[in-house]
């Protein structure tokens, strides 16, 4: 959650105005046991990602309400965990409604996000997993319903889901969706730690991967309305940018077209940057507007693609937050956006 900083410093011209964060999560009512592989050893890259959180205000009362991701274990004789929804008490606290809500379902789950795909005015959650993703449809009572294969974004389950991020990518009026893929993972066949030479690092054996693990192509699907979507990867062009190892998803105007782009940030490959040729098609012009390395022109680690506000009105910087460096700078807002995308 959030650290307590160690002592204030003065402020300064680099920092003027020192914000400080304070860890309440027990105090509200947030405490989850996040379970992503073995407690003590971390042998295979599943074990290391963590998962992510969605902000969702699911029963339309104008407060923020939470959902933690959760993971799970290899070892199957252990209780399987789910993700847990937090419900906003309005006094700084809330409660857990995971089971009400129906949201009990276990799986490697690595990120979520929300939107209303289907215009009826209440949020819906997507969460993505290492397997089949899942696609709750908000019941409007308090309750969700797993709709995802109906709907036809559950996916093969041999993908290993990262971000998604909910986008009108054609402008016509119903929330479309992209799904990043992480990698092609099996345990089965995965080397372990030690096991060639991309399992050792300065002469210890550790995880393997991303790279020498083969890479899976992201996903975008085409909401047909009546709750349906198709598959939209090959046509768009969002199935060319291959070799990636995509994690966090964000939509953003990049260049003040009125057209949705979408950012993926990518872990020891370069970072995508799909332009929307607002003719249903996308082209990967992250080198060209210089997002897809970071300042010293290295593959940076992100794992997650967020934006954040520059020091100019209306304009969106693209942060590395693992590193804290600036990636790139003057890409616009998305107004299509419903929710700010999680992972």
């Given amino acids: 959650m959030l650290a307590v900083a160690a002592a204030p410093y003065p402020a300064d011209n680099v920092h003027p105005q020192p914000a ?3 860890n309440v ?6 405490q989850m046991d996040n379970v992503n592989g073995d407690l003590h050893t971390k042998k295979y890259i599943i074990e290391t990602t963590g998962s992510g959180v969605a902000v969702i205000d699911y029963d339309h009362d104008g407060w923020p309400d939470i959902y933690l991701v959760n993971g799970d274990t290899l070892d199957r004789s252990n209780e399987h965990p789910s993700g847990h929804l937090y ?9 857990d409604v995971t089971l009400k809500a129906g949201l009990t379902a276990s799986g490697w789950g690595q990120g979520a996000c929300v939107g209303d795909y289907d215009n009826d005015g209440f949020d819906d959650l997507y969460i993505t997993y290492y397997g089949s993703n899942r696609l709750y449809h908000n019941e409007h009572n308090g309750t969700f319903k797993e709709v995802a294969a109906t709907a036809g974004v559950a996916g093969s389950g041999a993908e290993w889901g990262s971000g998604c991020a909910f986008v009108d990518y054609d402008r016509d009026g119903k929330l479309d969706l992209v799904v990043a893929n992480y990698v092609h993972f099996d345990v089965k066949t995965s080397p372990k730690p030690g096991e060639g030479q991309r399992c050792i690092w300065k002469g210890v054996p550790v995880m393997c991967g991303p790279r020498g693990l083969d890479s899976t192509p992201n996903v975008l ?3 047909l ?9 090959k046509n768009s062009g969002i199935e060319k940018t291959n070799g990636h190892y995509c994690l966090g998803v964000s939509t953003l105007d990049y260049n003040r077209d009125g057209w949705p782009d979408i950012y993926v ?14 003719d249903g098609t996308f082209t990967d012009v992250a080198v060209d507007a210089s997002v897809a390395f970071d300042e010293d022109g290295q593959a940076a680690q992100h794992e997650d693609a967020p934006l ?7 304009v969106d910087d693209i942060i590395d937050r693992d590193r804290g460096r600036q990636a790139a700078s003057s890409l616009e807002p998305d107004p299509f956006r419903s929710e700010r995308p999680e992972r």
């Fill in 20 to 22: 400080w964060f304070v």
């Fill in 25 to 30: 999560a027990p105090q509200a009512g947030l």
């Fill in 87 to 95: 419900h906003n008490n309005r006094d700084g606290t809330f409660r």
């Fill in 221 to 223: 699907y085409h909401n």
């Fill in 225 to 233: 309305g009546g709750g349906r979507f198709e598959n939209a990867s």
């Fill in 265 to 278: 940030a990518c872990d020891s490959t370069p970072s995508i940057l799909y332009r929307n040729n607002k």
């Fill in 308 to 314: 954040e506000k520059a020091d100019r009105p209306a």
